[in-house]
Every structure is written in C-alpha cells, then in structure tokens.
C-alpha cells in the first residue's frame, strides 16, 4: 500500500516559523517575533536564517544574552556565512562593547573583501569612543586608520555611495588629514546636492569645508 502524504517535514514547518518571524520584526511585533522564530530552530537545529533572525528578534528585545546566543548557534552552523557576525556586531555595538564589535567586523573583511555593509558599520564604529587600556575613553589612532583603509576601498567598489564617503570624510578628519578630508567632504557635497532626502548630509558637508579652510 502506498504510504498517504503526511504533510510538509520539519524543514518545511521551520522556514514557514522563519518567514512568519521575520515578518513580524519587520512590523515590529519583536516578542511574537522570537515566539515564532523560537518555534523554527526547534524544528531545525541546522537553520542558520532562523537563529540570526531570533538573535535580530531578541536584539530588538535588548534581550541581549538571548540575541548573542542565537548568533553564536548560526556562526556555528556555517562561520562562513557573514551574516550571524554582521548581526552580532551590532548587538555588540548596542551593549557599548565596541572592540568586539570591531574584532567582529575586522572577521568579516577577512572573509569577504568585499562586504561592503561591514565596511560602512566598521566606518561607524571605529570613531565611537571606548574605554582606553591607559584609563579615560578616546578613539585609538590605529583602529582609525583600519577603518580608513577598508573605507577607501568602499568608495573604489562603490563610488556613487553617499555614506561610504561621508563615513570616510569623518575618518580622515578624525586622523587629521585635512587635504584628503576635504576632498571626501566634497565629494559628500556634490553627491548630496539636489537631493532633498540628503539635505542634512549636505548641510553637514558644507559646514565641514568651512571648518577645514580654518
């Protein structure tokens, strides 16, 4: 007799759990978001979608414990999906812990050159404040000039990005670079003008001309 169907498998009912969890972060209902995502890895240990998605549902929670071990379990299923590390950043990011944000995203480079999301994010991060090894808080000069590397080659991947060039303004002031600086700032200028949705950035392009001309 041939077997009756017995309807979807477990993998099948996992992603249905993963599509109706992202769905909800995405209108924000964080909470029936991580019940549903919960559901999903319960049923598949090995979906690697799933436990990022609960992690992004428990980092919307500030859960946060509960969001870097949903990312832990997807880097584990596959450490070459980059992913889980980019999400995990920033959570990471979000409890101030900036060095491992850093360390985090460093990681990803080094798995794809060419990420250019983690590239932008590490822009972001590396100019944030920390804790020093010496006391007191402050942006060590090396994490800058890393940040400055890999934002140079997103503007040559991406040189029509508004923001790989206005993360890249921001570093090269930082550093002290007034001539390459002003280039950056211009061209934030001339790639924010006549957008009305990028007037602030524009604004805040002009500003920073001026104060280089000081």
Sequence with gaps: MALASCGPGAGERAQEH???GTALIAEGKYDAAAAELEKAVELDKD?????TALGNAYR?????????QAYRAAKKIDRYVTRPHIENAKALVEMGQIEPAIDELNHVIELDSKNLEAMLLLGQVSIMPRPLPGGGTGVPKASLERAELNLETAVQ?????LQ???ELALVQERLGKKSRATEAWAKVRDLAAGKPDQAKLAA???AALERLKR
């Design 18 to 20: 993963v599509k109706r």
């Design 47 to 51: 979906s690697l979608e799933g436990y």
């Design 60 to 68: 919307s929670l500030k859960q946060y414990d509960k969001a870097i």
């Design 157 to 161: 991947m991406a040189p029509d990005n």
């Design 164 to 166: 790989a060039h206005h």
């Design 204 to 206: 805040e392009a002009a």
